[in-house]
Every structure is written in structure tokens, then in C-alpha cells.
């Protein structure tokens, strides 16, 4: 996202310089964009962003008396301090952030998000764990690489309830525990897992990057209650 505002700073540096451009030449077109480069160039020291580009364009300025360099000079500075200040948000955090918008929408009210990467910890918890129910029944015919599987430990775990083994996580915990669950997935590489208790729910949305990988965990909703279609808890 840096170089989008750098590029938005340099066309409003050209469109300021929009009502003198009969009378300029290529050279001091030329000139305007070195002086905006030059701008840029910064030391950081100890996390305070020194502006050298400018402090040489400032010097360079003075010098030669261009004082159409000045609007250069000003944008050249807001370009250093904004990039070097801004938070850097990338392409994948703003459809991220999309999408969490879009998810919060069901719910009456959501008490917290967390979100993951695939590195985070927490997928690796939560697979060691099922890994680790499945060695205790190793019998059970549960896929223990199914999202509902590692979501259940992960909300269980989260309310400090014990889990007995696999078969009793996907068949008896929903009706001893009161509880109801629900797996959506609107397609191959999207699966939503919802366990919803009578006083707070919870929703995990699960991503891979193709249809032969498996699946991790995006994003954690804390919710108290669906808008609509709420379930009867058994």
C-alpha cells in the first residue's frame, strides 16, 4: 500500500503545479521530480525518521533560488513521514478486514475477533492436540483434519472443559455440554464452523490454499447471539 500513496503524492504534486505548466519547460519538470525523489531519502535512528532528501532539497533550493521547487520540497516531505509513519497494511489485510466486516454483519453483537496466519501458534496447538485425541482412540473414525474437530478443542479448551476423546467431541459433547454446532462451507477452500452455547457463541472461519491442503484457522468471532435463525440449544 506505501507505493499507492507515494504514487497519489506525486500526481497531486504535478495537478499543483497544473495553472504554471505553459510556462515550464522538460528541464524543470525534470527538476520538480528529482527534488520529490531526492525528498524521499531518510535515516532512521533509533526509530526517529531523519529527512535528509529534504534537508539536501531544502539546501539545493536555497541555493539556486527556485522557489517553484517548493511545492516539491513540501511533498517530498509528507512522502517520507507518511511512509515511514503509517501503518503498512497490505492487499490480503484490507480483504481480510473486508471480510471480517462482512462476517460480523450475522451476528447481534461480536464481543471479540482474533485472527491467525498460518504460522500461528494456534494451528499448531490445535492440530497437536487432535493428533494427540486420535492416539487415545485411534480406532475413531473421526477425521481429526476436519475443521469442526480442531475448532470444537479450540472453543472447549477456551471454557476449560475437559475432552474426553474424539467420538465423544463430535457426537456427545453438543448434548451433554448443551450446546449446537453447525459447519458451513460456501466453497472448497472456505469452511465456517459455529458453537453456540445458550449465553455466548462462537464462529471459526478456516481457509487453505488449495483443495488438496488442509485447513487453518483465519479467524476466531465471540458473539452473543445470530440476528437471525438463532438455534435451539439442546
Sequence with gaps: MGWILWICLLAFLLVSY???????????????????????????????????????????????????LSNALIFGLISVLALSYTPKISFNQIKQLSQVSKDSEQFNQVKAISNFTLESDINVVLKTAAEN??????????PIDDPHVAFSIWVLKHKNIAIKNLDWLWYEAPMELHFYWQSNRPDPLLDKEYVIFNNVG???????????????????????RLKTNNPLIP
Design 18 to 68: 497544473f495553472d504554471q505548466r505553459k510556462s515550464m519547460g522538460l528541464k524543470k519538470w525534470f527538476t520538480i521530480l528529482g527534488v520529490y525523489f531526492i525528498c524521499n531519502f531518510s535515516v532512521n535512528v533509533f526509530g526517529l525518521v531523519i529527512p535528509v532528501g529534504f534537508i539536501i532539497g531544502l539546501i539545493y533550493v536555497n541555493k539556486t533560488k527556485q522557489t517553484h
Design 133 to 142: 485425541l486420535k492416539d487415545k482412540t485411534p480406532l475413531s473414525e473421526i
Design 202 to 224: 462462537y464462529m471459526g472461519v478456516f481457509q487453505r490454499t488449495d483443495a488438496s491442503s488442509t485447513y487453518y484457522l483465519q479467524t476466531i468471532y465471540e458473539f452473543d
